[in-house]
C-alpha cells in the first residue's frame, strides 16, 4: 500500500500564480485532511473533508479552496499565490474523525512563492 | 482561539539521557495523540491517550495524561540517536476542534 501520496514534492511560484496540489490515499479513509506547517508553529488546518463531495474550512482556510470529487483524491487548490503561503503542506488522511483514529500524513509538499 | 502549549521548544540532550516533552491546555481536552516526525519527514502516528491520570508505554516511550486532562508528557528513558526528531502533541476539544502544539525538536548528541 503506498498510504497517503502527495505531489508534487517541490513546487515554486510567483506571486499571483495559481496551482493545486494532489492528495491520493489508498486506505478507503473517509476522512481527509490539509494542513500547513511552518517553523515554531506546528501544523494548523487549511481544511478537511469527512466524504466525498464534502468540505469544510478549517483554522486557516483563507487564500485556499479544496476539492474531493471522489473519495480517495483531496485537491488544494491556490489561486492567487501570496508570499505568506511559503510553506509545507502536509496531507492526512484518517478512518474515522480525529477524535476517534490516528491521522496518516503524506511525505508534504514544499511550496515556495517569491 | 482554543491553543495547546507545548514546552521545550528544543532540547538537546546526550545520548543515554531522558527527555520529556509537555503539552498544556487551559480548557478540558477530550483526548490527546502524540506524534513524531524525523528531519525532512512526516508526523507519524504514536498514540493517542483518552482517560484521566492514563499512562501508556511503548518501549522507552511513557505517556501521560493528567488527571484534569488539561495537559500530557511524554517521557524518553535513555535516548538514542534513534530518538531525533520532533514531537508533537495533538489536542482535541469537546467541541470537536483539534490543535497541534508547536512540537518539541529534540537531537542527541552522540
Known amino acids: 500500500n503506498a498510504g497517503v501520496t502527495q505531489t508534487p514534492k517541490f513546487r515554486v511560484l510567483k506571486t499571483g500564480q495559481s496551482m493545486t496540489l494532489l492528495c491520493a490515499q489508498d486506505?478507503?479513509?473517509?476522512?481527509m485532511y490539509w494542513y500547513r506547517q511552518d517553523p515554531g508553529m506546528g501544523l494548523r488546518l487549511i481544511h478537511y473533508?469527512?466524504?466525498?463531495?464534502?468540505?469544510a474550512k478549517g483554522e486557516v482556510p483563507d487564500g485556499y479552496n479544496v476539492s474531493r470529487l471522489k473519495k480517495q483524491n483531496f485537491l488544494l487548490g491556490l489561486e492567487s499565490a501570496a508570499p505568506s503561503q511559503t510553506s509545507v503542506y502536509f496531507c492526512?488522511?484518517?478512518?474515522?474523525?480525529?477524535?476517534?483514529?490516528?491521522?496518516?500524513f503524506g511525505n508534504g509538499t514544499r511550496l515556495t512563492v517569491t | 482561539g482554543q491553543q495547546v502549549m507545548q514546552i521545550p521548544q528544543y532540547q538537546h540532550v546526550q545520548e543515554g539521557e531522558d527527555f520529556t516533552t509537555y503539552c498544556n491546555s487551559s480548557?478540558?481536552?477530550?483526548?490527546i495523540q502524540w506524534y513524531k516526525q524525523r528531519p525532512g519527514g512526516h508526523p507519524v502516528f504514536l498514540i493517542q491517550?483518552?482517560?484521566?491520570?492514563e499512562v501508556k508505554k511503548q518501549k522507552r516511550l511513557t505517556f501521560q495524561f493528567g488527571e484534569a486532562k488539561k495537559n500530557s508528557s511524554l517521557h524518553i528513558t535513555a535516548t538514542q540517536t534513534t530518538d531525533v526528531g520532533t514531537y508533537f502533541c495533538?489536542?482535541?476539544?469537546?467541541?470537536?476542534?483539534?490543535?497541534f502544539g508547536a512540537g518539541t525538536r529534540l537531537t542527541v548528541k552522540p
Open positions: 492526512a488522511s484518517s478512518y474515522s474523525k480525529w477524535y476517534n483514529s490516528p491521522l496518516h
Open positions: 486506505m478507503n479513509h473517509e476522512y
Open positions: 473533508s469527512v466524504g466525498e463531495g464534502t468540505t
Open positions: 480548557t478540558t481536552l477530550s483526548n
Open positions: 491517550l483518552v482517560k484521566s491520570g
Open positions: 495533538a489536542a482535541l476539544y469537546n467541541n470537536n476542534d483539534m490543535r
